[in-house]
C-alpha cells in the first residue's frame, strides 16, 4: 500500500477524482500541529473534506469500541493501532508507521533545564507537568523515564497530570508548572526550538515512541479515508512531519 509506486499512483488518482468525499480522523493531541498543516494541504489536492478530533489514544480506543463515527486513527503508539485490529474495529494490513515521537523535558524558562536533566534531581521546581500516563503515550514515556532514573517516587508529589501532552505542554507555557514533560514537535516547528531551555530525553531511558495509523472498519468503504491515509504516507506529508521534528 505504501510502496513508492502504489503512493505516486494513488496521489494521482485521488487528485483526478472528480467525487470528493468527507473523513472523520481521530488524531494523537502530539501531532495536532503537523495535522494542522496535512490537513489543508491533502483536502486542496483530494477535495476531500476532514473533519478532526484530537486527543489520547486511550480514550480514543474506549470511544471506538463505543462506536464512536472515526474512519481513520492517526495514533501516538503502534499498539493501540494493532490492537483494535486484533479487535475486529480496524483493518487488517492498513496499519502502518508514520512518525517515530521523541521526549522532550522542557521549561519555558532560559536556562532552567540543563543539557543533562540534573533540574529533575537538583533544581527548585514546585511543580512537573506530564499527560495523565493511564491515557496518553508521552505521559507513559515520561513515567518510564523517571523511574529508571530513580526519581518516581521522589518527585510523584510535584506532578501536574494534564489530560494530554498538549494540556501538559501548556501548563508549562503558561507557567502554571516550572518545566514538564512534552514531545519534541510541541517545542520545534521548522527547524526552530521554542523559547526556553530543554533536554531531548536519551532514547534508551523509555519505550520507542513508534506512531501508527490505520484505516478503522468505519472507513473501510470510504474513498476519503483511504486517500487520507495514503496521503499521510507521501513525500508531501513527510516533509511536514519532519519539519517538526519527527523521525519517518
Not at 132 to 148: C, D, F, M, Q, R
Not at 191 to 199: D, I
Not at 204 to 221: M, W
Not at 230 to 238: C, E, P, Q, V, W
Amino acid at each position: 500500500m505504501l510502496s513508492k509506486l502504489f503512493t505516486l499512483f494513488a496521489l494521482f488518482f485521488i487528485h483526478c477524482s472528480s467525487q470528493a468525499g468527507e473523513v472523520n480522523v481521530a488524531v494523537a493531541a502530539n501531532f495536532t500541529g503537523p495535522m494542522q498543516h496535512i490537513a489543508p494541504a491533502f483536502e486542496k489536492v483530494t477535495g476531500h473534506k476532514t473533519i478532526i478530533a484530537y486527543g489520547t489514544v486511550g480514550k480514543f480506543y474506549a470511544q471506538i469500541h463505543n462506536g464512536a463515527p472515526f474512519d481513520v486513527l492517526i495514533s501516538a503508539d503502534r499498539e493501540t493501532p494493532a490492537r483494535l485490529e486484533h479487535d475486529g474495529l480496524a483493518l487488517a494490513d492498513s496499519r502502518f508507521t508514520y512518525a517515530i515521537g521523541k521526549l522532550v523535558l522542557w521549561s519555558a524558562r532560559s536556562g532552567f533545564v540543563d543539557d543533562r536533566g540534573e533540574v529533575l534531581k537538583h533544581g527548585d521546581f514546585r511543580h512537573l507537568a506530564i499527560a495523565n500516563p493511564k491515557v496518553a503515550v508521552y505521559g507513559a514515556a515520561a513515567i518510564e523515564t523517571l523511574s529508571k532514573l530513580g526519581l518516581k517516587k521522589h518527585l510523584q508529589a510535584r506532578f501536574v497530570l494534564g489530560e494530554n501532552i498538549t494540556q501538559a505542554y501548556q501548563f508549562v507555557a503558561t507557567g502554571n508548572a516550572e518545566l514538564g514533560f512534552v514531545d519534541w514537535s510541541h517545542i520545534y516547528e521548522e527547524g526552530r526550538e521554542a523559547q526556553g531551555s530543554y533536554w531531548p530525553v536519551p532514547e534508551d531511558l523509555y519505550p520507542h515512541i513508534r506512531q501508527d495509523a490505520v484505516l478503522l472498519i468505519r472507513g473501510k468503504d470510504n474513498d476519503a479515508a483511504k486517500d487520507l491515509l495514503t496521503y499521510l504516507g507521501s513525500d508531501a506529508a513527510k516533509s511536514i512531519i519532519r519539519r517538526y521534528g519527527y523521525d519517518n
